[in-house]
C-alpha cells in the first residue's frame, strides 16, 4: 500500500495531528534509517504500511502524513549498527515505541522477540536476534488534544495550607462499594463522587498519584503470577496508563484522565503525580527493547566506561542520562504537557537525586534544576523530591534548591523512634517538630520545604508499624528478603492481629499519636491513603507486586473512629495557623513572650543540659499564636491562640506542672489521644497539674485576644 509523505516539520516532536493529517517527529542521533509503521487496530500483528521517514533536522526525523486522525496507531523501526560494546543497539527487527507518544494501545505481552538479542543465546546480548516482536508490543496513539476544560481553574493551594494523601488510582476505588462496579480501579473512579466525598471528609488538598505514567509489568514478575502493581517502571512519559482507563485504550484514556482532573479541581483538590523520570522499564544491557534502547541507546541512558553497560544509580539497571540536552527536553517537554494538556498541579520525582547527578557526584546545581527553576510553567508547580538514590553520595535531604518540597526521612525515621520509646531522641523530635531547621533554613529555604511523613506506599502501613516487628513478605516470591528490615515498628507484645484487649489499646493509642505529631508540625503532611481507616498489608512493607487485597483499601472494615479522628486533627491543623507556619520559629519574644518555648515536667523550660538527658521520653511545647510574624491576602496581621503540646513516649503517666499566668492563665483540652475523641475538654489554672498518660499527647489552648499590634517580618 502505497501512501503519501510529505517532509513535515521538526517540532513538536511526536505525533500531532490537525486538520490535514498528521505530523511525526522523533529524536535518534545513531540512526541511519527511520521507518514509521501504521497499523489498523491494536491486534494487527504487522504493519499495513511502512513510511521510509526521510527527512532530518538537528538529529530530529521527521514526516507528514495526509488524511490520518486521531486514533492512528503507530510505531517506529529503526536502523543502524548494531554494536553493544560501542553502545549501539539497533534492530530494525523490533517495534518502537514513540518516546512521545500521548497514548499506548495496551501493555507488553511478553515473548523472546521483545530482545534485541537471542535470549537462549551464550553470547546474550551481543547476538542479534531477527525476529519481529511487533505482535507483541503495544502500539503508539495517535490522540486528539480536543477536551471541554470548561472553566477549569487550578486551586492553587499554598503549600503552608496543603495536605497530601499519596494514593494508588486502583488501590483506592478498587473495592470501594459506592462506585460502581464497572469503573472501580480507574481514573473515572478516582474523580467520582464517592472518592471525592471521602477526600473531603478527610480535609485533603490535593491527592498525589502513585505513577500513573505508562509502565511495564516486570517479565519475572509477570511468569510467577505477580505484576509491577506500584508502576515505577515507565515507559511512555506522556501517557496516562491503559490498565486506569475504563472508557477505552484508543486516547480514550487521556480523555478519561483529563475528566478526572476536572472533577477533582471542582472540589478544590489538586493532582499531583509521581513520575520516574530517572529509568524506563528496558532494564540493563539483558533487558528488553521497547522504545529509547532501540531508537538511541546511547542519546538516552548513562553508559559506564565499557559501553556495553548501563550505569544503574537506581536499582532498576539503568539511568536516564539528563545530562544530554535531548532527554533534558524530554523529561521538560513532558512535564510541561502534563500541566499544560492534563492541568496537573505538581510532581513528585520518584529517586530526584539521579536527576541531579551531571557526572558521577550528585550536583545540586545541575543542568536538570538550572532549567526548571528559569521555565516559566513548570517552576509555578508544586515540586516535590524523593531526596536520595542508590548510588554512592545519594542521599540528598535537606540539599535540593530553593522551591522544592523533600520528602523528609528524617522526619519519618526520627517520630517512628520517638513513639517506640528510643534513647536520645528529644532533641531531634523537637527538631522535626518545628520544620527541621537544621536542613532546611539555611539554604533560605521555609518550613515548608519538608514534606512530613510517617508512612509511604514502600514500607509497612501506619497499622502494621504498631502491629508487626518483622517484614512477612512471603507472598512476593523472594523468600521474604525483600523490602526493608530495620522498621523501626513495635508490635507491644505479639506479632500481628491479636485478641488481647491491653495491646490493641495501646496500637489504637499510637496510630493516633502518629496523626496527631503528623498534623501539628510545621511542614507540609502527607497521608498514606488507608492510614485513615487502619489499612494493613498483613505485615508486607514491599507491597509493589501486589495488585490485589493485599493492597487494595479495605472499605468493608474501615477503621471509623481512627477516620474520625484523623479528619479532626487535619480540620484542626487547617484553622490553625499556628500549625502551619510560614516563617521559622526563632526563640525570641513578643511582649515579653517567646514564639516558642520547651518545658520540662516541672513547668520551667529545658535547658541545654535536658536537651541531652538520654533517657527523657517526654516533653512540652508553647506555641505563641501571637508571634506568627506574617499577613494574610488582606495584608492583616495573622494572629492564633496559644497552644501548649505534651508529648509523652513514656509507657507510664507523667504528671505535668502548666507554666506561669505569662503563657496563659486557664488552657482548655481540646486533644488527649490517650481518647479518640477531639473536642474541648476541662479547663486548667496556670501553675495547675495535668496527668499524662503513657504514650499519650495533650494539646491544650488558650484563645487569642484580638488586640495585638503586627509584630513586623523580621
Keep these: 500500500m502505497r501512501i503519501n509523505s510529505f517532509p513535515g516539520k521538526a517540532f513538536p516532536l511526536g505525533a500531532s495531528p490537525n486538520s490535514k493529517g498528521v505530523n511525526f517527529a522523533i529524536y535518534a542521533s545513531n540512526a541511519t534509517k527511520v521507518e514509521l509503521c501504521l497499523f489498523k487496530t491494536a491486534d494487527d500483528e504487522i504493519e499495513y504500511v511502512k513510511i521510509d521517514v526521510v527527512e532530518r533536522s538537528h538529529n530530529i526525523w521527521h514526516c507528514f502524513i495526509p488524511h490520518l486522525k486521531p486514533g492512528q496507531l503507530y510505531g517506529y523501526r529503526i536502523h543502524g549498527p548494531y554494536e553493544p560494546e560501542n553502545g549501539l543497539?539497533?534492530?530494525?527487527?523490533?517495534?518502537?515505541?514513540?518516546?512521545?507518544?500521548?497514548?499506548?494501545?495496551?501493555?507488553?505481552?511478553?515473548?523472546?522477540?521483545?530482545?534485541?538479542?537471542?535470549?537462549?543465546?551464550?553470547?546474550?546480548?551481543?547476538?542479534?536476534?531477527?525476529?519481529?516482536?511487533?505482535?507483541?508490543?503495544?502500539?503508539?496513539?495517535?490522540?486528539?488534544?480536543?477536551?471541554?476544560?470548561?472553566?477549569?481553574?487550578?486551586?492553587?493551594?499554598?503549600?503552608?495550607n496543603t495536605v497530601i494523601y499519596e494514593t494508588h488510582v486502583k488501590g483506592f476505588t478498587k473495592l470501594h462499594p459506592d462506585i460502581p462496579e464497572e469503573i472501580r480501579g480507574s481514573y473515572a473512579a478516582m474523580g467520582h463522587p464517592a472518592t471525592i466525598k471521602h477526600l473531603k471528609k478527610l480535609g485533603i488538598t490535593a491527592v498525589e498519584l502513585m505513577p500513573i505514567h505508562q509502565f511495564v509489568a516486570d517479565r519475572h514478575l509477570v511468569e510467577n503470577g505477580l505484576t509491577n502493581y506500584w508502576g515505577y517502571n515507565t515507559i511512555g512519559f506522556f501517557a496516562p496508563d491503559v490498565?486506569?482507563?475504563?472508557?477505552?485504550?484508543?486516547?480514550?484514556?487521556?480523555?478519561?484522565?483529563?475528566?478526572?482532573?476536572?472533577?477533582?479541581?471542582?472540589?478544590?483538590?489538586?493532582?499531583?503525580?509521581?513520575?520516574?523520570?530517572?529509568?524506563?522499564?528496558?532494564?540493563?544491557?539483558?533487558?528488553?527493547?521497547?522504545?529509547?534502547?532501540?531508537?538511541?541507546?546511547?542519546?538516552?541512558?548513562?553508559?559506564?566506561?565499557d559501553k556495553r553497560h548501563y550505569m544503574d544509580y537506581t536499582g532498576t539497571g539503568n539511568t536516564l542520562n539528563a545530562y544530554l540536552p535531548n532527554v533534558l527536553r524530554l523529561i521538560m517537554d513532558s512535564l510541561r504537557y502534563w500541566i499544560t494538556e492534563m492541568h496537573v498541579d505538581g510532581f513528585r520525582f520518584d529517586l530526584a537525586s539521579t536527576l541531579a547527578r551531571e557526572l558521577h557526584?550528585?550536583?545540586?546545581?545541575?543542568?536538570?534544576?538550572?532549567?526548571?527553576?528559569?521555565?516559566?510553567?513548570?517552576?509555578?508547580?508544586?515540586?516535590?523530591?524523593?531526596?536520595?538514590?542508590?548510588?554512592?553520595?545519594?542521599?540528598?535531604?535537606?540539599?535540593?534548591?530553593?522551591?522544592?518540597?523533600?520528602?523528609?526521612?528524617?522526619?519519618?525515621?526520627?517520630?517512628?523512634d520517638y513513639w517506640r520509646g528510643e534513647n536520645s531522641t528529644l532533641a531531634e523530635f523537637a527538631m522535626r517538630f518545628t520544620g527541621s531547621a537544621d536542613l532546611y533554613q539555611d539554604e533560605q529555604r521555609n518550613p515548608t520545604a519538608s514534606i512530613n511523613?510517617?508512612?509511604?506506599?514502600?514500607?509497612?502501613?501506619?497499622?502494621?508499624?504498631?502491629?508487626?516487628?518483622?517484614?512477612?513478605?512471603?507472598?512476593?516470591?523472594?523468600?521474604?528478603?525483600?523490602?526493608?528490615?530495620?522498621?523501626?515498628?513495635?508490635?507491644?507484645?505479639?506479632?500481628?492481629?491479636?485478641?488481647?484487649?491491653?495491646?490493641?489499646?495501646?496500637?489504637?493509642?499510637?496510630?493516633?499519636?502518629?496523626?496527631?505529631?503528623?498534623?501539628?508540625?510545621q511542614g507540609v503532611p502527607m497521608l498514606v491513603a488507608g492510614d485513615e481507616i487502619s489499612r494493613t498489608q498483613g505485615g508486607n512493607n514491599n507491597a509493589y507486586c501486589q495488585d490485589n487485597e493485599i493492597s487494595w483499601l479495605d472499605w468493608d472494615n474501615m477503621d471509623k473512629?481512627?477516620?474520625?479522628?484523623?479528619?479532626?486533627?487535619?480540620?484542626?491543623?487547617?484553622?490553625?495557623?499556628?500549625?502551619?507556619?510560614?516563617?521559622?520559629?526563632?526563640?525570641?519574644?513578643?511582649?515579653?513572650?517567646?514564639?516558642?518555648?520547651?518545658?520540662?515536667?516541672?513547668?520551667?523550660?529545658?535547658?541545654?543540659?535536658?536537651?541531652?538527658?538520654?533517657?527523657?521520653?517526654?516533653?512540652?511545647?508553647?506555641?505563641?499564636?501571637?508571634?506568627?510574624?506574617?499577613?494574610?491576602d488582606a495584608g492583616e496581621a495573622v494572629i492564633d491562640d496559644g497552644f501548649y503540646v505534651i508529648f509523652n513516649a513514656h509507657w507510664e503517666p507523667v504528671n505535668y506542672i502548666l507554666p506561669d499566668t505569662l503563657y496563659g492563665k486557664t488552657w482548655t483540652k481540646i486533644v488527649d489521644t490517650a481518647e479518640s475523641e477531639v473536642g474541648d475538654e476541662e479547663t486548667y489554672d496556670a501553675g495547675s497539674t495535668i496527668e499524662v498518660q503513657g504514650r499519650s499527647i495533650i494539646v491544650l489552648h488558650h484563645p487569642v485576644i484580638y488586640d495585638q499590634t503586627y509584630e513586623g517580618d523580621s
Design 361 to 416: 557526584e550528585v550536583n545540586r546545581l545541575s543542568a536538570f534544576f538550572d532549567i526548571i527553576h528559569q521555565d516559566p510553567v513548570i517552576s509555578q508547580v508544586k515540586l516535590i523530591a524523593e531526596p536520595w538514590d542508590v548510588g554512592e553520595g545519594g542521599y540528598q535531604v535537606g540539599k535540593f534548591p530553593q522551591g522544592w518540597g523533600e520528602w523528609n526521612g528524617k522526619y519519618r525515621d526520627c517520630v517512628r
Design 453 to 521: 511523613f510517617i508512612t509511604a506506599h514502600d514500607g509497612f502501613t501506619l497499622n502494621d508499624l504498631v502491629t508487626y516487628n518483622e517484614k512477612h513478605n512471603d507472598a512476593n516470591g523472594e523468600d521474604n528478603n525483600d523490602g526493608e528490615s530495620h522498621n523501626r515498628s513495635n508490635n507491644y507484645g505479639v506479632e500481628g492481629p491479636t485478641d488481647d484487649e491491653q495491646i490493641n489499646q495501646i496500637r489504637a493509642q499510637q496510630k493516633r499519636n502518629f496523626i496527631t505529631t503528623l498534623f501539628l508540625s
Design 243 to 305: 490498565r486506569y482507563a475504563s472508557s477505552g485504550r484508543l486516547g480514550e484514556q487521556v480523555t478519561e484522565f483529563k475528566q478526572m482532573v476536572k472533577e477533582l479541581h471542582k472540589a478544590g483538590i489538586e493532582v499531583i503525580l509521581d513520575v520516574v523520570y530517572n529509568h524506563t522499564a528496558e532494564g540493563n544491557e539483558l533487558g528488553p527493547m521497547l522504545s529509547f534502547k532501540g531508537i538511541d541507546n546511547e542519546g538516552y541512558y548513562r553508559l559506564t566506561e
Design 561 to 632: 473512629d481512627l477516620l474520625e479522628f484523623t479528619s479532626k486533627m487535619i480540620k484542626f491543623r487547617l484553622k490553625h495557623p499556628a500549625f502551619t507556619r510560614k516563617r521559622w520559629f526563632k526563640g525570641t519574644q513578643i511582649r515579653g513572650v517567646e514564639d516558642i518555648a520547651w518545658f520540662l515536667p516541672e513547668g520551667v523550660q529545658f535547658s541545654d543540659e535536658h536537651w541531652n538527658h538520654d533517657f527523657a521520653k517526654s516533653l512540652a511545647v508553647f506555641i505563641n499564636g501571637r508571634a506568627l510574624r506574617t499577613r494574610n
Design 89 to 160: 543497539r539497533f534492530n530494525p527487527n523490533k517495534l518502537l515505541i514513540d518516546p512521545y507518544a500521548k497514548a499506548i494501545s495496551g501493555v507488553i505481552d511478553w515473548h523472546d522477540s521483545l530482545f534485541s538479542y537471542d535470549v537462549h543465546s551464550e553470547d546474550k546480548d551481543l547476538s542479534f536476534s531477527e525476529t519481529d516482536s511487533a505482535p507483541f508490543i503495544p502500539k503508539s496513539v495517535v490522540i486528539s488534544n480536543k477536551f471541554d476544560w470548561e472553566d477549569d481553574c487550578p486551586p492553587q493551594t499554598p503549600y503552608h
